[in-house]
């Protein structure tokens, strides 16, 4: 063996290259950068010794396993996760995540060559990316591209925070790596447990992880998913976080699953009662209800009912009478009206509004016309009458 070999491996009675062969034999050989969890048989001064299920032992730094203060952070008996290093006597060396604790800068080109997981601190941002330290302080740099970001995290909360990366290319003065490599590797994992089980159409709980403009991220499963604002509610919702909360559990039907490009939409709306349903029982043409101004546009005022729906008053039945460039000019948002409901198309979900108070007046002004005509109406009759019999009387008198 060479002068590095660690005390305590086997090298007397028989050659440590042998059993390690043997091993091979008996439980199949491990791949470069394979990982395996191990307990720890026995702590020496300069290496801690693994149960790698094999004849002889594994064995990894035990600087690796040392916190800041140069405590160890692990006992005889734990578990540790480690990756296996290839090497030409075929040792059984293992190695933690590289950049846990200081190793040398020799290993990043294994970490490559095996596609070992290193651990790195993003330093700053730079042109194109980030700066990143990784192993006993070597710089390395991760494209924005690279760093798997949602569209919902921002890129300077990126610096200061330790991540896992892959290498992607690795020379002297050149190490570049990709955190996205190794997100997309722990997604498609997640998503493969759950593609048997989650189907179109269904409803599923799922934690929310992430609130934006947008939409709510949730978790379900291990995996996230979006669901948009429009499909929060049946009604117009302004502030996502008025109506959910990280950490906060919600029932959601998936609507779609684009598992090509992770994408998953969810929807709580459809978990509701859809208003539409009962809206011409609920607001029926004719009647009288309150509502807010949710919105204005130049083409009139959106006005929410309850329950989701909203109905508009178009901007000819908003001036009384005048006509008006901009429904602004008579009302405003979050007012609160009465409106009418002229009209209930439930086919395309629509209802046609109009002011209660400039209905009331024209069905007031209609009722004023009516009598006016009924009372002009008997008069007309009444004077026909009386000149009937004149004529009448007239002739009787002629006979």
């Known amino acids: 063996m060479n002068e590095k070999q660690p005390t305590g491996i086997p090298d007397d009675h ?7 062969e043997a091993s091979f034999q008996e439980t199949g050989r491990l791949a470069p950068g394979q990982m395996i969890e191990a307990a720890i048989v026995k702590i020496a001064a300069d290496w801690i010794f693994l149960d790698v299920g094999r004849k002889g032992e594994g064995y990894l730094d035990r600087k690796e396993l040392l916190d800041d203060a140069g405590n160890l952070t692990v006992k005889e008996g734990d578990k540790v996760r480690a990756y296996y290093l290839p090497s030409p006597s075929h040792e059984m060396h293992f190695t933690t995540k590289i950049g846990s604790g200081p190793v040398a800068q020799a290993q990043l080109a294994d970490a490559w060559k095996s596609g070992i997981p290193v651990q790195g601190s993003v330093v700053k941002e730079v042109k194109g990316g980030f700066e990143v ?8 740099f991760c494209p924005f591209s690279q760093m798997g970001l949602r569209r919902d995290e921002d890129q300077a909360e990126c610096v200061g925070k330790s991540f896992i990366f892959k290498i992607t290319e690795c020379a002297a003065r050149n190490v570049v790596l990709s955190r996205r490599a190794i997100l997309d590797v722990e997604w498609q994992a997640k998503a493969q447990a759950l593609k048997g089980s989650l189907k179109e159409g269904m409803r599923v709980k799922g934690t929310v992880t ?10 379900v499963g291990g995996v996230d998913g979006l669901i948009p604002v429009s499909d929060i509610a049946w009604g117009r919702t302004e502030n996502v976080g008025d109506v959910l909360s990280a ?5 959601v039907v998936v609507k779609k699953l684009d598992w090509e490009n992770h994408k998953l939409s969810f929807s709580m709306k459809d978990t509701l009662p859809d208003p539409w349903q009962s809206a011409a029982r609920t607001w029926p043409v004719g ?3 309150n509502g807010t ?3 204005l546009a130049p083409f009139g005022a959106f006005v929410a009912l309850g329950d989701g729906v909203e109905g ?3 901007i000819s039945k908003l001036g009384a009478g005048r006509r008006i460039n901009h429904p602004c000019e008579v009302l405003k948002e979050g007012q609160e009206i009465e409106v009418r409901v002229e009209a209930v198309d439930l086919e395309n979900r629509k209802l046609s509004l109009s002011l209660a108070a400039v209905s009331r007046a024209e069905e007031d002004e209609a009722a004023d016309v009516k009598a006016y005509l009924d009372k002009s109406s008997a008069s007309a009759s009444q004077s026909l009458g009386t000149l009937g019999e004149l004529l009448k009387s007239k002739l009787e008198k002629k006979a």
């Open 312 to 314: 508009l008053i178009h």
């Open 247 to 251: 950490g906060q559990t919600v029932e």
């Open 293 to 295: 101004v949710t919105r």
């Open 210 to 219: 992430s609130i934006q403009k947008f939409g709510a991220f949730i978790d």
């Open 287 to 289: 009647s009288y209800q």
């Open 133 to 140: 330290r990784i192993g006993g302080g070597a710089r390395a």
């Open 14 to 20: 028989e050659d440590f290259a042998e059993l390690f």
